[in-house]
Nanobody, 124 residues
Framework: VQLQASGGGLVQPGGSLRLSCAASGRTFSRYVMGWFRQAPGKEREFAAA????????YYADSVKGRFTISRDNAKNTVYLQMNSLKPEDTAVYYC??????????????????WGQGTLVTVSS
């Protein structure tokens, strides 16, 4: 599956952004979808993931209660709604697809297909 992320930009602290990730192919609904982020000088980290049907979601503690992941299988698209943004949320955000999870919690290694990333900058 090929992925194309969009929606990044510059936002003030406390603001909101919605990221989108469009997938190609007819098998989108078979994949666990995730969002990861990588801040300058730091390793890529997990942010959120959603199961194939959308019934299960997973969030890193750092974004829980502020970010919401969702998907529309009819549109082959996964979203990340980001509210109450903080300067520490500044990063390149990547969407990714996993054929399945190897444990109860998503890990970077589960995700085999990656989008190109979209930059989110939170600054006043």
């Amino acid at each position: 599956v090929q992925l194309q992320a969009s929606g990044g930009g510059l936002v003030q602290p406390g603001g909101s952004l919605r990221l989108s990730c469009a997938a190609s192919g007819r098998t989108f609904s078979r994949y666990v979808m995730g969002w990861f982020r990588q801040a300058p000088g730091k390793e890529r980290e997990f942010a959120a993931a959603i199961s194939e049907s959308g019934t299960s979601t997973y969030y890193a503690d750092s974004v829980k209660g502020r970010f919401t992941i969702s998907r529309d299988n009819a549109k082959n698209t996964v979203y990340l709604q980001m509210n109450s943004l903080k300067p520490e949320d500044t990063a390149v955000y990547y969407c990714a697809a996993a054929p399945y999870l190897t444990s109860r919690w998503p890990t970077v290694a589960d995700f085999k297909s990656w989008g190109q990333g979209t930059l989110v900058t939170v600054s006043s």
